[in-house]
């Protein structure tokens, strides 16, 4: 009798599990249909089911659509709250600030004329008539209030600091000044007036950044979610707008009709994938899913790049940033210069870009980008053996070690990822054939790692900068104090002083003169060996053209059209 | 009974504060913050930040506002999505990983039960080995390298299914299966093994000699019993299946809650870390606890109430 029932009630346990299973998948089943009817294929369905209401002669309308992917969901769409280079794609396609990065240079957008006081550090723009997408027209108000929202120390905005080229933002930053004293002020709903602390000849170029994008203020200050979702609240001013964001898998932009310059706008649809591996990005490229894979939107795998070279697939483009060593100087050997300069000269940087990093990449001999064109040659020849050897051995006697043995360990730390650690592999191989060193390799994960660089805990440790704008002194800057983004302890006065000379230096020439002697000090000095400058490597459907991608790696669709 | 179920639920709420803590004081020990990055964020505004999410509080306030939203299930902003709440993203995500879990699942019982009563019906035979064969690649083949796999021969190569994402049911097989490998090839194996015993018993020769007819031995008789250990085995892998997806859900880009977690870990997102170790834990404590229900329902020879008095009845279910 008993065991009857317990069987019965064992197949009921399971017909229960199938049951269930069954209902849930016909749920999702449910639920995902509504969202295929966004995607393109459907839409090419819905043009071939209904061919009656239109002429026969008349070709269906294509959606004209650019699919791209990112590897993490956009962290914020608040153009005040976002740091990272996918919510700032994102919002450069849905926002548009007083000007725009374009491909003949940086342009007027949404100012329509400006004037500059003769001392360079009163800009006053002329707001070109232009509108919200809830209708509402853009005003000067609306880039007061954004700018001194994200100035706003209860805000918490990380970026707050790229607002500080606006006079008094610092303080009213740091709690020490006023909002009230910042130099941005509406002089009428569309004049804005904008105060620097110094000249600055990048300005026009920082405009143009997400940080300096404006909100619209009535909406902003009555919701202060209104960043969350894609919908009415989600209010913009740019090429496209905010159609779909499903959280963690897809954001879509569709073209703004009331945009400005809307008959420039080509694309009707661009979608965002989000897909964080990067054998999947490229998996879903080749199955055309994705009309991109790679840089600066996702990453290709290292190991695909070869053979997607071969094949002749693989666009490169040059970036702004550069990949570096860091010596930390008041680590012993690395107190003493000639070590540092020794064991960067001996560095054979295109052996290692040819086949370890594979990336295309351009060997550094020099800490700012080359496509800055700061100096025409590089401070040093890659691979300077002889050189270096010789460097090495005056290290040695000023140290007072009587050979290579007497160092003390030397070690290269990197955060943990395979090809940081190959380059160190071959790094660590080329200083043990020049100087007959063993260094010892060390990796740690990311979040570990930059703590470890921050309390010094390092010798030598690899770094990359990524330009933030097209100007040396972006990178120049890095090493001007100890602490922040200086992790080599290294300073030096000379530098420093140029640096800030340069920054009230009005006149061009002059301005970079200083910038050339500056890093001509820290070339000498050599705080960090610098490796080579990234490249982003990429490949596309053609099809789609005039994807503008600048050298900072900001993309902009506002030109492309699929062909 | 009762008073077991008390006693049982204690000892989970006791495992589970023991998580949450040692959670806790891990994640506060691990060097980096969520607000560390390559280009550093000047000190003020790093404290404004740390003020604005409660970070500059002493460890021991940090703690008690974590026990408080753990209990309240309101676990607060995620520190690197500003879009969404913690208690926003599980919901989102983890209805993502139960439909492929359930997948997988569902998928790897009809499956595992398939070729396991195959290969025992044809014990030594073609069937046999071939089920076998493919249960040991399902054990030793890891899901990476399985995703990997069918990725590049279904979706690449023959394009049958999408290489990623988890839009339409299409783009479910894929994953499903590379997660169901495994559990299939137990199941199999178990099942196998069952049946190969249950088949010698006395009942099925009785039934035999009794004359009724061979399919019904099989269902009624064999089957039947031979399931069991499966039963039992449903807690531990549905567990498995829902905290382990996350390595198939990197492969397939697929949004889940596996995706979500290992990101908050190398984000140093404290709250979604939090938010998702807690609730893996649930799942994993609670499943637990319903599998020991379980053998006690399924074998009243397992005594679970730990009341000796009724031991000595076990064999009058035999």
Known sequence: ?563 | MTRFLLRRLFFVLISLWVIISATFFLMKAVPGGPFSAEKKVPDEILKSLEAHYGLDKPLAVQYYDYLKSVVTWDLGPSFRYDAETVNQIINRTFKISLVLGLEALLLSIALGLFFGVMAALYHNKFQDYSSMVLAVIGMSVPSFILAVFLQYIFAIKFDIFPAGRFESPLHHVLPALSLAALPTAFIARLTRSNMLEVLQQDYIKTARAKGIKENAVMIKHAIRNAILPVVTYLGPLTAGILTGSFVVENIYGIPGLGTQFVQSITNRDYTVIMGTTVFYSIILVFMIFVVDMLYGVIDPRINITGDNAKGGNANEFQ
């Open chain 1, 1 to 563: 009798m008993m065991k009857k029932g317990f069987k019965l009630s064992l197949l009921a346990v399971l017909g229960l599990v199938f049951v269930m299973g069954m209902v849930l998948i016909g749920c999702t089943d449910e639920t995902a249909d509504p969202v295929d009817d966004e995607p393109v294929e459907d839409q090419d369905n819905s043009t071939e089911d209904e061919p009656k209401d239109e002429p026969a002669d008349n070709p269906p309308v294509e959606e004209k659509v650019f699919r791209a992917s990112f590897a993490s969901e956009p962290p914020s769409l608040d153009p005040g709250q976002a740091t990272d280079t996918t919510s700032s794609t994102v919002l450069r396609g849905v926002f548009e600030g007083l000007t725009r990065v374009t491909p003949n240079g940086t342009e007027l957008a949404g100012a329509e004329s400006y004037e500059i006081s003769d001392d360079y550090l009163t800009y006053t723009f002329t707001l070109r008539d232009h509108n919200w997408t809830n209708g509402d027209a853009v005003t000067a108000h609306d880039y007061e209030y954004a700018w001194k929202r994200v100035l706003n120390p209860e805000f918490a905005a990380d970026y707050a600091y790229q607002l500080y080229y606006i006079k008094n933002a610092e303080a009213a930053n740091t709690g020490e000044g006023s909002l009230d004293d910042v130099g941005v002020k509406a002089l009428d709903d569309k004049t804005l007036e904008v105060t620097l602390e110094n000249p600055t000849a990048y300005i026009m170029d920082l405009f143009a950044f997400t940080t300096y994008k404006p909100v619209n203020k009535k909406v902003v200050e009555a919701n202060a979610n209104w960043s969350n979702d894609a919908g009415e609240l989600y209010v913009s001013n740019g090429p496209y707008k905010l159609d779909v964001w499903e959280h963690g898998n897809e954001v879509q932009l569709v073209k703004n009709e009331g945009y400005w310059d809307a008959d420039t706008v080509q694309l009707d649809r661009i979608i965002y994938a989000v897909v964080e591996d990067e054998g999947t990005v490229l998996a879903l490229y080749e199955d055309g899913e994705l009309d991109w894979a790679g840089s600066p939107f996702s990453s290709l795998p290292t190991d695909a790049l070869p053979v997607l070279k071969d094949q002749g697939l693989l666009t490169t483009q040059i970036r702004t940033g550069t990949y570096m060593y860091l010596f930390n100087v008041e680590k012993e050997p690395f107190n003493n210069k000639k070590i540092r300069q020794a064991l960067s000269y001996a560095i054979h940087r295109q052996t290692i870009i040819d086949n370890v990093s594979q990336g295309e990449q351009i060997p550094a001999m020099g800490l700012v980008p080359a496509n800055m064109e700061l100096v025409k040659e590089p401070y040093f020849p890659d691979n300077n053996v002889e050189q270096a050897k010789q460097l090495f051995n005056e290290a040695l006697a000023e140290l007072g070690y009587a050979s290579a043995e007497d160092l003390p360990p030397i070690v290269l730390s990197h955060n943990t990822s395979e090809g940081h650690q190959k380059i160190a592999q071959a790094v660590q191989e080329q200083w043990r054939q020049a100087f007959g060193i063993e260094v010892t390799l060390e990796n740690a994960e990311w979040g570990v790692y930059l703590d470890q660089l921050d309390a010094g805990d390092f010798q030598i440790g690899r770094y990359g900068w990524i330009g933030d704008f097209n100007d040396p002194i972006n990178f120049l800057e890095i090493f001007k104090e100890i602490g922040g983004n200086n992790k080599t302890n290294w300073h030096n006065e000379e530098y420093a002083s140029l640096l800030d000379k340069s920054y009230s230096e009005g006149d061009v020439a002059v301005r970079t003169q200083l910038l050339k002697d500056a890093e001509a000090i820290f070339m000498d000095e050599m705080p960090v060996a610098p490796f080579y400058y990234y490249t982003f490597n990429y490949v596309y459907n053609p099809q789609i053209k005039d994807i503008f991608l600048d050298s900072l790696g900001n993309t902009d669709l506002k030109w492309a059209y699929v062909e």
